[in-house]
T-cell receptor, first 117, second 109 residues
Framework: DAGVTQSPTHLIKTRGQQVTLRCSPK?????VSWYQQALGQGPQFIFQ???????QRGNFPDRFSGHQFPNYSSELNVNALLLGDSALYLC????????????????FGPGTRLTVL | GQQVMQIPQYQHVQEGEDFTTYCNSS?????IQWYKQRPGGHPVFLIQ?????EVKKQKRLTFQFGEAKKNSSLHITATQTTDVGTYFC?????????FGAGTTVTVRA
């Protein structure tokens, strides 16, 4: 049973460039959330996708956008990169079927380490 | 907006000793989750607490949810080198999971 996978593992970009990160959720999961984790900080919620639509969004600018595909995999796009975008980007999957009153457990992928020079 | 705060930020522990890390929310939570992130790794789910005053144990780890459902604690007994890492608590607000800044644990052998 494959867990959450992310690609690439590491990425180096320069300011102003654009980047696309990819995520495949854990088998059986249909909801994907993206988080940004700066060094020494906890993960910060970027947005969540379910049924190919953005359902919830954190306090991130429009430079951050995403997409979910019919197979539940997802992409995170960041335009006009800034130095401050350097961070570990984590994808987490969960099952919306178990949503209900409780937030479901997040299964995190290994992350993509983005460095902006 | 909701904030989840954790103290202490760093915990240096002698191997074999006990310690506790605390998590506080500015609002009442429907549940609280704890995650552990090893150095260079990603957060891994440990446990979820739902009921007021709930206490759950995982071997040497004891998790507690406050009566008011605004705070939580993680107590580790007889700390081992395998306990090294950062422990995060996280609480939901409007279907968004809000993480604390974490408590980073180092162990002296």
């Amino acid at each position: 049973d494959a867990g959450v996978t992310q690609s690439p593992t590491h990425l180096i970009k320069t300011r102003g460039q654009q980047v696309t990160l990819r995520c495949s959720p854990k088998s059986g999961h249909d909801t994907v959330s993206w988080y940004q984790q700066a060094l020494g900080q906890g993960p910060q919620f970027i947005f969540q996708y379910y049924e190919e639509e953005e359902r919830q969004r954190g306090n991130f600018p429009d430079r951050f956008s995403g997409h979910q595909f019919p197979n539940y995999s997802s992409e995170l796009n960041v335009n006009a990169l800034l130095l401050g975008d350097s961070a570990l980007y984590l994808c987490a999957s969960s099952s919306r079927l178990a949503w209900g009153w409780h937030t479901d457990t997040q299964y995190f992928g290994p992350g993509t380490r983005l460095t902006v020079l | 907006g909701q904030q989840v705060m954790q103290i202490p930020q760093y915990q240096h522990v002698q191997e074999g000793e006990d310690f506790t890390t605390y998590c506080n929310s500015s609002t009442t939570l429907s549940n609280i989750q704890w995650y552990k992130q090893r150095p260079g790794g990603h957060p891994v789910f440990l446990i979820q607490l739902v009921k007021s005053g709930e206490v759950k144990k995982q071997k040497r780890l004891t998790f507690q949810f406050g009566e008011a459902k605004k705070n939580s604690s993680l107590h580790i007994t007889a700390t081992q080198t395998t306990d090294v890492g950062t422990y995060f608590c996280a609480g939901p607000h409007d279907y968004k999971l809000s993480f604390g800044a974490g408590t980073t644990v180092t162990v002296r052998a």
